[in-house]
Each structure stands twice: as C-alpha cells, then as structure tokens.
C-alpha cells in the first residue's frame, strides 16, 4: 500500500473524533517509522487546520521523528531515579562500547535518552526495542543488542 | 495448581515473562496442572519477579525469581526463595492499603474478582445518594490532589457540578512524568477498573458524560491494559450509554501523551488532548470552568480518582480518620533510587522521612550511608538525613522549603554529585519547558551554564545562580520553571561545600 492510501486510510479511522490530531500521528508514526513532511498538509486539510500548526504541533513533542530510527532503538533512562544507581555510567559505558552517543544512529541500533519508564525502584533502567529492562548494566545491554542484531 | 506470576512493566523489566513460560514448561515436563495468572505487582519491587503459590489458603511468596529457581517451586519446600505468606512480609503487612488493596491480589482484567473485591460499591453508592451527596463524602474525606497542587478534590468537583454547560469532561492525569512515581502506573496496570470506577463516580457528581484517561507514551503496558478494561467495562455494561445499566451516560476513552513531560501540567494536557501543542494556558479561567475543548473539565491525577470508590464504599469519615494535619487518608509512597526495599507502601500521611527511608526502604541499595533524598520529582527539593524527622505531609514538607508532589522519593548514596544533580535539573527544564515564559525558556539554559562556571571554579556564579533562581521562582507561569530551583537550592543548602570553588582544590 502506498503513503498516499495508508495516510488515507488513518485520517478516515480518526474522521470526527475529538482533539484527533495526536491520535493520527502517532498511528502515522507506527504506520511510516517517523512523520514525514509530506504529511502535514493533507492531515491539515482533512482537520481544517493550517499546515504550519501540524508542523508546529509535530515539533512540539519529543515522540515525534522527522526521520526514520535504526532497526533497533535502545533507550536509556536519564531521569534522577536512574542516576542514582549508576546510570550516567551506565551510559557513559555503552556510548564507548557501542561508538556511538544518546541521539545518535550507527547502522541499525538507535540510542535515545528517555526521562523515566517508571522503573524508578528498579534502576537503572532501559528499553530494548520496546522490552523493558529493569537493573540494567551496560553489558547486560550491550549482551542483549548483539542478540537483537545478530 | 494456581501460580501468579506479575504481569507488572517493573515485574517483566526484571524478567517475570521468562519465569512465567519456565514454569509452565517446567509444569508441562512434570505433567502437572498449573493455571498461570498474570496479576498486579503488589509493588515489592525488590523483590520482583515475585511470584506466588496458594499453600493451605494462604498465597507464599517466592523472590525474586529467576528462570532457574523455577524447577524447585515444583518440590519440597523450603525453597530458596521462598519468603512465607506474602501479606505477612512485614513491607506489606505495616501498610495500610485502601487505594491499593486490590492491586496485586488477582488477574487485572477480570470483572468477576473485580466485583468480588468490593468493586462497584461505590459507583453503586454514588447512584443510590445522587452528584451533592458524593460531593458531601469527598469533601468530608479531606481528600487532596495527589498529582502534586494537594487541591481539595471534593472542591473541584464542586465547581464543576455547579457550572452550566452542554457537555462536561472527567480528564484523569496519567502523565505520571516525575522521576521517582511508579503508583499511577501500578495502579493502571493492577487494577484498571478501580479507576474507571473513580472516574465514572467523578462524572455522576460533576454531571459529565465523557471521560479521558491522558497516559503517557512511556507506558505502553498500563495503555493496553487500561483500553482492555475500559473496552471489558463497556461490554459489559458498565459504562457506556447506561452507568451500572441505570444511570446516565458515561464514555471513556484512552488518550496517548507524546514525550512532553510538561503535558502532565493540566492545561499543557487540556491543549494537547485537544490536538495541539502542549503549552500551559494562564489560568484563570480555571479548567473546571473551560476545560477541554472550552467546557467545564475535571481534571485529577490516577491516585485521587483511584481513591473514590473506597471513600464512596466506607464513607469519607473513614478515610479522614488516617493521616496527619491537613493532609488527610493514605498517601501511596514511591520509594525508588538507591534503596534496598524499593516500590510501593500506602500508608496514613504522617510518617517521618527516616521511617520510610531507613525504616521501610532499609537504606541503600549500595550500602552506603544515604547522602541525599529527593521528594516529589524533577521540581522536588533535596533532604539530607539531618531533615528524617520531617513528617510526610503537604504542609510539613512545604514548610521545609520542599514538596511532596506525587509522593515518589529517591534515595541517593554518598556518592551523589549534587553540583552535577543541580546542573541535571537546570538541563531537564531546559529540555522540557513549553517556551511560553523566558525565566523558564531562558533561564533554565543560563542555570547550566552558571553551573558549569561554578563547577570550574567561578567565585562569583553562585551568587549569579541564586539570582537566576530568584528570577525563574517569581517569573515562571507554572511550577516548571517555578519549581526547578527546589532542587538546586536544597542542593546548595545542604551541601555548600560541593558548589565552592575549593571543589577542583579539593579533588
Ligand atoms: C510541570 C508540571 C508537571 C505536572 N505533572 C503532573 C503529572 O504527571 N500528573 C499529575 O497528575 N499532575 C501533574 N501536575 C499537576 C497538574 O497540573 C494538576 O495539578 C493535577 O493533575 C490535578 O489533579 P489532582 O488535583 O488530582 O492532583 C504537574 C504540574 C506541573 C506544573
Ligand atoms: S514556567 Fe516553563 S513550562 Fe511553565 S509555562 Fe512558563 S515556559 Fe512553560
Ligand atoms: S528514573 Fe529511570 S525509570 Fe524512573
């Protein structure tokens, strides 16, 4: 199905629905692995809205891409909770491991900071392509990203 | 053969999916029947994956559990792991569970123990008495906000009853952003229909027929099983056109939030749950009055809601009767960090800092002697052990220059940093301000870089962060920027030497 059609067919599910702005996106976001521009301006259409407020909207959050991740996006908790336990660390020793910083995307792996999973008493904590990962260590997370990209 | 295994985020982060198909591999090799049950956490996190086997009516407690421990469950006892009758563990047993005395005891989605365990009492209370009466035990509970402003809910509820209007809004606050707070996300996760009840119950006294649940992105396990329970609570009957088959309308539906931790801000989330940006609206008017889409909202944080259907079963009195000063009932404690028992402890308001620290929490995870706690999030000030005496309430923590916010306390050892603690929360507002206000905006990034100059060696930019502090406390629309200085200034209270230039001297 082409970007056209699938943008279609989301804007049709959400059609009338209340404050729908955020709902489309994120189902645009899991339908294309990010929001392209090329979508601002038929959700405008279709919410009456102005592109630039779409864009606006999309820059706003955190959540939303304008590129596509890896094929794997590892997150690492850099809320206080997680500091405490070693997490800055933690980081500090799978950036090194990995070659790579928070933000950044080397081949497929993604790393992202994310600011509390709400695993605050078991921390430091991490996300491995959506799998939770609580008492974290960097080479638990580094053993479990060769896994997940063998 | 029943086994509960927690199907809780924190249980699975420590790896209970993998004990749950150990055990049922292990049961299938023996050929013994066993129904596995993925229950709440009964937030003993250090203790995660806790699991649990029914031993002459009593439910025992083995953890934490790996994949390996699992063969034995299957043989004489004692095991290993093997912790006795779990509500006798005395972490739970000091607790005074009302909001969470579901949480943990069975399958979250399952409406027959739901109604078994008191479930719908309220609701049904709240229909027998009508919207004034409810309001009446609300407010004679004493019950505040537990999203962080301590607001009398009853209060709240009262304007939006008394407003006019063509359609009212029930918005629970699920954005449970601070560093430190799990229980919103428990609570979801573990007894999903306790806040629908809430929320159905809010709506008859407010006069509101929809309802959202604003959740956070972050927690994907408490938005599947919030939307399984709302669509189990529909099916059923519950709510939807008729509350309980005889009331008024009620719809609820799951909104998702998207990494914006100032969305958990209640007219940040009004406008973002609109479909816009997630900037704080001044206030007034207040959102009782033009809330969502510009009508009279109730907007409550889980654990205020999630509080209802007990007040509404045993009265507001009966509530009341727990706490201390002002900050009446139980508040459910968040003890996370560098803890040796860290998770979830309800109790009465009015225990001391120490108690739950050392007495509940055992000290660190380390070992180490603790250095530093900080209560009530990424806006909650620093205490050392020289404040333990304080009371946990709103008023006694406020009064010592800090805030409980959502209840959630972090432990630090000694070797906390506290200068690189101060500069973290000057960056995490930076990171996260809305923009609307330049002390915010700006002042959060000039709060780094000041503490970058003291870090190397800058004698004059503590007296410039101070100001700065000043400026961002009195200047800030919201608690975001008026509230980041909390933490940097207990920071540079309790430890001055840490933010002298001796520092680098010193090291
Ligand atoms: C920066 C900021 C973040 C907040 N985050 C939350 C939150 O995550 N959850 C919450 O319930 N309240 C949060 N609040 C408080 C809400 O604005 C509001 O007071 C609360 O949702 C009202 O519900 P309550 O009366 O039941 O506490 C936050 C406030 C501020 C200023
Ligand atoms: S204090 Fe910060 S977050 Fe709050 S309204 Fe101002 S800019 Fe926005
Ligand atoms: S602070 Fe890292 S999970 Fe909460």
């Known amino acids: 199905m082409n970007t056209n059609d699938r943008l279609a067919e989301i804007l049709a599910l959400h059609r009338g629905r209340e404050g729908a702005l955020l709902p489309i996106l994120h189902d645009v976001q899991a339908a294309f692995g990010h929001v392209p521009e090329a979508v601002y301006q038929p959700i405008a259409d279709a919410l009456r809205l102005g592109r630039a407020e779409v864009a606006g909207v999309v820059s706003f959050y955190h959540d939303f891409r304008d590129a596509p991740t890896g094929r794997h996006v590892i997150k690492l908790c850099r809320a206080e909770a997680c500091q405490s336990m070693g997490g800055a660390d933690m980081i500090a020793r799978l950036e090194t491991a990995l070659g790579m910083k928070l933000g950044e995307t080397k081949g497929d792996v993604t790393l992202e900071a994310v600011f509390c999973l709400g695993l605050c008493a078991c921390a430091p904590a991490a996300e491995v392509d959506g799998q939770l990962v609580?008492?974290?260590?960097?080479?638990?997370?580094?053993?479990?990203?060769?896994?997940?990209?063998? | 053969m029943k086994i509960w295994v927690p199907g809780d985020a924190a249980a699975k982060a420590c790896g209970a999916d993998a004990v749950a198909a150990a055990i049922a591999s292990a049961a299938g090799l023996r050929g013994q029947e066993v129904t596995v049950i993925r229950n709440g956490t009964r937030g003993m996190v250090w203790l995660e994956p806790l699991v649990e086997i029914e031993v002459d009516g009593a439910r025992h407690g083995f953890g934490p559990m790996t994949p390996e421990d699992v063969p034995a469950l299957f043989e004489e006892f004692p095991h290993p792991k093997a912790l006795g009758p779990v509500e006798e563990i005395p972490f739970f047993a000091r607790q005074t569970r009302l909001t969470f005395a579901r949480c943990g005891r069975s399958d979250p989605l399952s409406l027959a123990d739901y109604e078994a365990a008191e479930g719908w009492q309220g609701l049904r209370r709240t229909l027998e008495i009508g919207a004034g009466a409810t309001i009446e035990e609300i407010t004679a509970s004493g019950l505040r906000g537990r999203g962080g402003a301590g607001f009398p809910t009853g209060i709240k509820w009262k304007t939006v009853a008394d407003a006019e209007a063509a359609q009212k809004y029930i918005v629970c606050n699920a954005d449970e952003g601070d560093s430190g707070s799990f229980a919103d996300r428990m609570l979801m996760e573990g007894d999903p229909f306790c806040l629908i009840e809430g929320m159905a119950i809010a709506a008859l006294a407010a006069g509101a027929t929809k309802g959202f649940v604003y959740i956070r992105s972050e927690y994907p396990d408490a938005i599947r099983v919030m939307r399984s329970a709302i669509a189990a609570a529909a099916d059923a009957g519950i709510i939807g056109p008729a509350l309980l088959g005889q009331g008024?309308?009620?719809?609820?539906?799951?909104?998702?939030?998207?990494?914006?931790?100032?969305?958990?801000?209640?007219?940040?989330?009004?406008?973002?749950?609109?479909?816009?940006?997630?900037?704080?609206?001044?206030?007034p008017p207040l959102p009782a009055l033009e809330g969502a889409f510009g009508m009279p909202t109730v907007v409550n944080n889980v654990l205020s809601l999630a509080a209802v259907p007990w007040i509404l079963t045993h009265g507001g009195t009966a509530y009341a009767a727990f706490g201390l000063g002002r900050s009446r009932g139980t508040i459910p404690i968040q003890i996370a960090g560098n803890v040796k028992q860290g998770g979830l402890f309800e109790a009465g308001f009015g225990m001391s800092l120490g108690d739950i620290v050392e007495g509940i929490g055992g000290g660190t995870a380390s070992g180490k002697p603790v250095k530093a706690v900080q209560v009530g999030g990424p806006l909650g000030a620093y205490f050392s052990p020289e404040q333990f005496d304080l009371p946990f309430g709103y008023e006694e923590l406020a009064d010592a220059q800090g805030l409980l916010g959502h209840a959630g306390l972090t432990v630090f050892d000694e070797s906390a940093d506290m200068l690189a603690l101060a500069r973290y929360a000057m960056e995490f507002c930076a990171i996260e301000s809305c923009g609307k206000c330049t002390p915010c905006r700006i002042g959060a990034v000039r709060g780094m870089e000041t503490l970058d100059r003291v870090a190397a060696g800058d004698e004059q930019a503590i007296a410039l962060l101070q100001d700065l502090c000043e400026i961002m406390e009195k200047g800030s629309l919201c608690a975001m920027g008026g509230f980041t200085p909390y933490p940097v200034r207990s920071a540079i209270r309790l430890f001055p030497d840490e933010f002298t230039p001796m520092r680098e001297a010193a090291e």
């Open chain 2, 248 to 283: 008024p309308r009620f719809d609820l539906e799951v909104r998702v939030g998207a990494g914006a931790y100032i969305c958990g801000e209640e007219t940040s989330l009004l406008n973002s749950l609109e479909g816009k940006r997630g900037m704080v609206r001044a206030k």
């Open chain 1, 134 to 150: 609580g008492r974290a260590s960097a080479a638990r997370l580094e053993a479990m990203i060769a896994e997940v990209s063998a």
